[in-house]
């Protein structure tokens, strides 16, 4: 049973316009929320996250909204680049568990020029 | 720092042969996490270790993995015998006391044929 879903595969977006990825969540004692990219060959890397404790997080162009009552994450990128296109995690976290991250299964971004 | 450092890279081996790959965590960090990455479950955690201990190792398929993590600088994740259905990408991540974010390392593309 998946906890950290992305019902997305993928996402295709013009060059900049908004980009508008989506998660949800089954696990009510999640804490504490998580995006990472993933470049083919890389490593996942951080990108933004957000407490629970908050309904908003923004970091330049990047910005996560959470709505606890309907278990849903989004990640918007505003203005979308090509640099942007790579797979993104959503990930989720319950604090009570010593920190172990549950990733859902990504969505793949292209940003189109 | 030169961040997670996993090895090999690749690695092609045949069925029945044992595998085992190696993982360096970030210096000071006390969480070490196991993930193997495949295009149908997406990022598993397969087992995170605590101060070097194991914590979880529910994620872990079947008899034939097992992990191990001797001190605070080294863990290593064996497969034995191994089989086509393994193949897949393991990554090695490590975050610090109180973090929330784990940093990956570039992972090891596993081959069994």
């Known amino acids: 049973d998946q906890q950290v879903k992305q019902n997305s595969p993928s996402l295709s977006v013009q060059e900049g316009r908004i980009s508008i990825l989506n998660c949800d969540y089954t696990n009510s004692m999640f804490d504490y929320f998580l995006w990472y990219k993933k470049y083919p060959a890389e490593g996942p890397t951080f990108l933004i996250s957000?407490?629970?404790?908050?309904d908003k997080n923004e970091d330049g162009r990047f910005t996560v909204f959470l709505n606890k009552s309907a278990k849903h994450l989004s990640l918007h990128i505003v203005p979308s680049q090509p640099g942007d296109s790579a797979v993104y995690f959503c990930a989720a976290k319950d604090g009570g568990s010593q920190g172990n991250l549950i990733f859902g299964k990504g969505t793949k971004l292209s940003v189109k020029p | 720092d030169a961040g997670v450092i996993q090895s090999p890279r690749h690695e092609v081996t045949e069925m029945g042969q044992e595998v085992t790959l190696r993982c360096k965590p970030i210096?000071?960090?006390?969480?070490l996490f196991w993930y193997r990455q495949t295009m149908m479950r997406g990022l598993e955690l397969l087992i995170y270790?605590?101060?070097?201990?194991?914590?979880?190792d529910s994620g872990m398929p079947e008899d034939r993995f097992s992990a191990k993590m001797p001190n605070a600088s080294f863990s290593t994740l064996k497969i034995q015998p191994s089989e086509p259905r393994d193949s897949a990408v393991y990554f090695c991540?490590?975050?610090?006391?109180?973090?929330?974010?784990?940093?990956f390392g570039q992972g090891t593309r596993l081959t069994v044929v």
């Open positions: 210096s000071g960090h006390n969480s």
């Open positions: 991540a490590s975050s610090g006391v109180g973090g929330t974010e784990a940093f």
């Open positions: 270790f605590n101060n070097n201990v194991p914590i979880d």
């Open positions: 957000i407490s629970s404790i908050k």
